[in-house]
């Protein structure tokens, strides 16, 4: 359903716009520039998508296939989109200060760890931070600590974990269910 | 369906989108049994399935102008109706442990067979993943094939399929009365 | 595996379609009524002067607009791919914590046949 945006309108929604970029940017994450990752490794990947962007985007998906239409009702809400992620040729090449400086800006208020796993056999580390403004979360924090990959994902907006969480099928992930039904 | 009987949909379909309020009402009246039914065993819950069933038709008139025949028509309103009951399981606390079927009055009108046996079944059934219920419910509701079903949850044929196989082998190991695999979704079974 | 006649059959009357509460149809069609009757805006008409001007900037600008629409093409594929490739990774990585977290939550005896 396309609005119709009066001058009114318009102007009332300018002015509330820097109230709503100031509560986006506290979902955001001011990500280093990871020099000392990106020379240490095979593969960077860098992707940062803002409002505009991920609008464009959706623009492109083809809701006739099933990836596309995933992709699209997952960024239902979303506002931005920042991914950092580091292959290496050699276990745990990467340091840890850049991550901790995204790691200190998660213990802002705000940030709500929502899980915490470290596994031994996989040898890998996995936090996830939800950010929660009154009783609705408008951001989220991936940090996966791999023993050849390092990664970092943020994402701004209205956040619903089930529908990120139901790329699974899609993007050659395997489904998995998280319901205990028990 | 009689030949009298599509001609009559056709045309309370042509006389709803030329704006006739009662042929709407009366497509309405048609179809709310399939869009409820849907909607309630996907959600086993009263007054979540009527808004819902209700959203699915007000959806349908904002859009009729884009259904082309009742054919259309069916499929655009199981479609919707499964969309719009997926979407509010998601929309649901995402770690909460919820309990589906404690409904006592989602049976519908007294079947031949064993009334308890149903009623199980129909919890059983609610206990299902979202996706692997709505298949369940398309094609033993509903009584689509496979085919149908891929096109209406916009799935790939093997994945309905998959769906179906682990449904129903996780439906007979549970009323089975063992401890009973319950199928995830993902291709396994706990 | 072959699938049991009893059980499908079972399931076809255990699934039996059953009616909304009465008046469902009189409530929808009340629902639209009520949406009918949100405040319409007038459409402003802006395009009544200079017709002549206006259809030759609409032909420069119509030209103009092909280029642009040509390189916005090339971007919005281009932002597609990322936002694509965004997903996958987020996708991925909860795929990951959410393995952890099952992981943990198995019982550390092996061997158990389902729950």
Redesign the interface.
């Known amino acids: 359903m396309r609005a119709r945006i009066s001058c009114l309108m318009a102007l009332v929604i300018l002015a509330l716009l820097p109230q709503q970029a100031a509560l986006a940017a506290d979902a955001k994450l001011a990500l280093p520039s990871f020099q000392a990752l990106e020379s240490k490794a095979s593969e960077t990947v860098s992707i940062t998508l803002d409002s505009p962007l991920i609008a464009m985007a959706a623009r492109f998906l083809d809701s006739d296939k099933p990836e596309d239409a995933a992709a699209r009702r997952a960024i239902a809400g979303i506002t931005g989109i920042y991914v950092r992620s580091f292959t290496f040729d050699s276990d745990f090449a990467y340091p840890k200060a850049d991550v901790d400086s995204v790691r200190r800006q998660l213990s802002a208020p705000g940030w709500q760890q929502l899980v915490q796993v470290h596994s031994r056999k996989e040898r890998n580390d996995v936090d996830v931070y939800i950010r929660v403004e009154g009783n609705r979360a408008n951001g989220l924090a991936i940090i996966a600590s791999e023993p050849r990959e390092f990664t970092i994902v943020n994402i701004v907006g209205s956040i619903d974990l089930q529908k990120l969480h139901e790329l699974e099928g899609h993007f050659g992930i395997p489904q998995m269910d998280l319901t205990d039904k028990k | 369906m009689t030949d009298g009987a599509a001609c009559s949909v056709c045309d309370s379909l042509a006389r709803a989108r030329a704006g006739d ?1 009662a042929a ?2 009366d497509l ?2 048609r179809h ?3 869009v ?2 849907l909607a ?2 996907m959600l086993a819950d ?1 007054h979540k ?2 808004d819902v ?2 959203e699915a ?2 959806q349908l ?2 859009k009729l102008a884009l259904v082309q025949s009742d054919v259309h028509l069916l499929f655009w309103l199981r479609q919707v109706a499964t969309r719009l009951a997926i979407d509010r399981l ?2 649901e606390p ?1 770690y909460e ?1 919820v ?2 079927h404690e409904d006592p009055g ?4 007294p ?4 009334p308890l ?3 199980r ?2 919890g059983l ?1 609610g ?1 299902l ?1 979202p996706a692997a219920r709505a298949v ?2 398309l094609r ?2 509903e ?1 689509l094939e496979p085919v149908e079903i891929a096109a209406v949850l ?3 044929v093997n ?1 309905v399929k998959s769906h179906l ?1 682990r449904s ?2 996780s ?2 190991d549970r ?1 089975g009365g063992t ?4 199928y ?4 396994q ?2 | 595996m072959p699938v049991n006649p009893d059980l499908e059959q079972q399931l076809r009357e255990a699934l039996r379609r059953v009616d909304p509460a009465e008046g469902f149809a009189e409530r929808v069609q009340a629902r639209i009524e009520r949406e009918r009757l949100r405040p319409q805006r007038p459409r402003p008409a802006l395009y009544r002067w200079a017709p002549q001007a206006l259809a030759a900037a609409l032909l420069m600008a119509a030209l103009g607009l092909y280029g642009w629409h040509a390189q916005r093409e090339r971007q919005g594929l281009e932002a597609r791919q990322q936002l694509l490739e965004a997903l996958r990774v987020t996708g991925q990585k909860l795929d990951l914590a959410y393995r952890g977290v099952k992981d943990a939550a198995r019982p550390a005896t092996a061997g158990d046949a389902g729950a």
Not at chain 2, 106 to 109: F, L, Q, R, S, V
Not at chain 2, 111 to 114: R, S
């Open positions: 309020a709407f009402a309405v009246r709310q049994r399939m409820y039914s309630l065993r009263r399935a009527e069933a209700q038709f007000l008139h904002r998601r929309r995402r442990v309990p589906l989602i049976a519908g009108e079947a031949a067979g064993d046996l149903q009623r079944l129909s059934i206990d993943p369940v419910l033993y509701q009584d916009d799935m790939p994945t196989k129903l082998a439906l007979r009323l401890s009973g695999a319950a995830r979704g993902d291709g079974s706990t």
